[in-house]
């Protein structure tokens, strides 16, 4: 099975394990250049900060069920579970959902409005742009202008 096959079914079995923790599933990635190949999966709580509690948890109910499925991942893998790092950069569609409040600065490939850099709490995106809040203002910046959306301890 390809790695984007292995992902998409990991994803689909962790997503409820997550959910049944009171977690939410971040992301996914299969990692075939180390040896043995990793499998990370990030979550997050979603009203409190991810502890080492919450991943060993999710490792645990995780790599249970996985155990079950011996057709899903030929060979030795490590199992990674971890919570996403402060200053992430946010790609995927689920990640925009995942982190949705959260403080964020977007840097953009030209200026848009005067400025390349912007900070704010997101809001989400679409197929068109990308939305935040600043000082209570909704902002929307061009999706394709934008070049990064990185998490942020706290915004200035």
Known sequence: MNP???VEQVTALAEPVAEQLGLQLVAV??????KPATLRVDIRH????TGLDDCEKMSRALEALLDTRDDLIIG???LEVSSPGVE???TTDREFMAFRGFPVMVKT???VDGKKQWEGRLLE??????YLTI?????ALPRPQVARVQLVQSLP
């Open 88 to 90: 992430r950069v946010l």
């Open 109 to 111: 490939f030209g200026p």
């Open 29 to 34: 990635a299969y990692q075939t250049h180390t």
């Open 46 to 49: 979603p009203t409190e900060g």
């Open 125 to 130: 995106r679409d197929g068109e742009n990308v």
């Open 135 to 139: 000082a209570g203002r909704r902002v």
């Open 76 to 78: 030795a893998y490590n």
């Open 4 to 6: 984007r096959d292995i």
